[in-house]
């Protein structure tokens, strides 16, 4: 899985947007781009995930860049709920071992 | 509700001993992981299966066993053997490891182990 590249920390005013960016420049044609998010002592939380095309549901917006070298989460009105820390991570979906490798992640702090 | 489900929560053990972590999905996943998290760290994969009766090891496999007798279940023992054991276990499932449209793997809460 290639690897990704994140701020270590974020701050966010309470009710304006997040934007949390991803860099991942190794990745390859077949992989995707997965966020989660993880709450202090709870697991990790999917939020979001795409290949090429932007993508949105309840939670979230994916931008992926053109050349799919970088991403970035839009969480759109940020409440305090939403401070985490979230992974960006890349992944090929039915690999050998259809594994998540998590780095460090970027902790978000949503503030009043 | 459907979900993982894993089982204590919290755990102490006694330097020495075997513990059993306990993870259980009602989703009908094929293939489960747990990996583990040290404070302030991301995940690290322990083992993980892709189908009952088989298992693979992860990165970091060394004093750790599972077994995949059923689908719903993916029980890890800690061994004595394993150096450093305090950390946060998580547990996580995915419908089938060979579905090309994004297969997301779902976590369970945790376990807190302690070696006291």
């Known amino acids: 899985d290639a690897k990704t590249t994140q701020p270590t920390s974020m701050d966010c005013a309470e009710g304006r947007a997040a934007n949390l960016p991803c860099n991942h420049s190794?990745?390859?044609?077949?992989?995707?781009v997965y966020w989660y998010r993880q709450i202090h002592s709870q697991g990790p939380q999917y939020i979001i995930h795409g290949l090429k095309n932007n993508e949105t549901n309840e939670m979230a917006s994916l931008i992926i860049t053109e050349d799919r070298k970088s991403s970035t989460l839009i969480l759109p009105h940020a409440t305090l709920r939403d401070t985490a820390v979230y992974y960006c991570?890349?992944?090929?979906?039915?690999?050998?071992?259809?594994?998540?490798?998590f780095g460090g992640g970027t902790r978000l702090m949503v503030k009043p | 509700d459907g979900g993982i489900t894993q089982s204590p929560k919290y755990l102490f053990r006694k330097e020495g001993q075997n513990v059993t972590l306990s993870c259980e999905q009602n989703?009908?996943?094929?293939?489960m992981y747990w990996y583990r998290q040290d404070p302030g760290q991301g995940l690290r994969l322990i083992y993980y299966?892709?189908?009952?009766?088989?298992?693979q090891k992860g990165d970091i496999a060394e004093g750790y066993s599972v077994s995949r007798e059923k689908k719903e279940s993916f029980p890890l023992t800690v061994t004595s053997a394993q150096k450093n054991p305090t950390a946060f276990y998580l547990c996580a499932s995915s419908i089938n490891w060979n579905q090309g449209t994004g297969n997301t793997i779902y976590f369970g809460e945790g376990s807190w182990l302690t070696v006291v």
């Open positions: 991570i890349v992944r090929v979906p039915h690999d050998a071992g259809n594994m998540l490798t």
């Open positions: 190794t990745i390859s044609g077949n992989e995707y």
């Open positions: 989703l009908n996943h094929d293939a």
């Open positions: 299966s892709q189908i009952v009766n088989d298992f």
